[in-house]
């Protein structure tokens, strides 16, 4: 019996970087890394892939493979191609460094995640704004998404569908792919809608190489769908503009070789998200108000990672001061008791690489 060996590699993300609601992302240097194991000729032909999970969230993670997120997304992946079922004799282990429910993308980053293993359960071959479209049929929010698959410091959004393409979208895989039913077996959802070609669009700006981030991260969960929900359904012009300006603003200066402490400071100030947001964080607008450059040779900028949460710092130096300090100033205003970590922004993209038997180790 011979075996083929795959790893499949995808960073955790911070979504919005302040003004950017639902258009940046960046690429953290956390991620969801899974090996897998394809038998030639298994025992048992008719076994469903085998799961198991290491780091944060494996208590949680279901190892149903009708269940589980990333397997999910895979199936839809390899149905969409006309394979009805997981080939046999597969084994995935699958080591997540990314916090639960906390900003980090970490559903977003299961998702490219399971669309990579489709494509390398099937074999594929697909280019990387095919692997997009599959994942924004599951996770609409192409900000997240983009930067776990392509890595680096992004900017996307999704382009307008014609009537045809929006009844094909509808399907409900949006937001969070939904629970399957208790009985949810290989013959359930055989025929899924095959994506719309190039749903999502994305640029890449550049970054300077000094910019470390700073995920300080509380010790509890909040839940996209409970973050939206706080949000206001309009805005005023005012408040738009203002979020543009700075959008326009930030990209370029966090790419200077030099980036300028007082004015990417000021342009990750936000009016459309954080504020609504704050009455789920404890402390965060003091918070992120009280912390500022003057006082902190290094930081940039701080803001909520995501829908939060986390509170994603930017710093050129001085990382681990500030971290304390950011953490030591949430616990005193707001009595959150948070844990940190100093992070690369990675310009690393999601991976699938074809191993040498034996490599895996397991």
């Not at 282990?93 to 900003?103: A, S, T």
């Not at 700075?246 to 990417?264: D, E, F, I």
């Not at 009280?290 to 710093?315: F, K, N």
Request: hydrophobic share 45%; proline share 9%.
């Amino acid at each position: 019996m011979t075996e083929r060996r795959y790893r499949i590699r995808v960073p955790a993300s911070s979504a919005n970087i302040g003004p950017g609601f639902d258009v940046l992302g960046l690429a953290l240097g956390l991620h969801t890394t899974l090996d897998v194991t394809i038998q030639s000729s298994p025992a048992d032909a008719s076994e469903p892939p085998r799961l198991s999970y290491t780091g944060e969230g494996a208590d949680e993670a279901p190892l149903d493979p009708y269940k589980n997120l990333i397997t999910r997304v895979a199936l839809y992946v390899l149905r969409c191609h006309g394979h009805r079922r997981f080939p046999p004799g597969v084994r995935i282990h699958v080591d997540n460094q990314i916090p639960f429910g906390r900003g980090m993308g970490s559903s977003g980053a299961a998702v490219v995640a399971g669309v990579l293993l489709g494509d390398c359960l099937g074999g594929l071959g697909l280019s990387d704004s095919r692997r997009l479209d599959f994942a924004l049929m599951v996770e609409r929010h192409p900000d997240n998404v983009a930067a776990s698959l392509l890595g680096g410091f992004i900017a996307a959004y999704l382009r307008e569908l014609d009537p045809a393409e929006l009844a094909v979208t509808s399907i409900p895989l949006a937001e969070v792919l939904p629970e399957y039913p208790p009985d949810a077996g290989e013959a359930w959802g055989l025929d899924p809608p095959m994506p719309p070609a190039g749903i999502g669009h994305v640029v890449q700006f550049p970054l300077a190489p000094a910019i470390r981030a700073i995920a300080v991260v509380p010790r509890f969960e909040l839940s996209t769908a409970k973050a939206r929900d706080a949000l206001p359904p309009s805005y005023s012009r005012q408040d738009c503009v203002f979020n543009m300006q700075r959008v326009a603003v930030l990209t370029a200066a966090l790419g200077q070789a030099k980036p300028s402490a007082s004015l990417v400071y000021a342009a990750m100030q936000d009016r459309i998200h954080q504020q609504y947001r704050s009455t789920l964080v404890p402390a965060l607008s003091d918070l992120l108000a009280s912390v500022r450059p003057e006082d902190h040779p290094g930081l940039l900028g701080l803001c909520l990672s995501g829908a939060g949460p986390t509170v994603l710092v930017l710093a050129t130096g001085n990382y681990e001061r500030i971290a304390a300090h950011v953490a030591a100033e949430w616990k005193t205003r707001g009595a959150v008791e948070a844990d940190w970590r100093v992070l690369e922004l990675t310009p690393d993209r999601a991976s699938l690489e074809e191993l040498p038997a034996g490599a895996l180790g397991r």
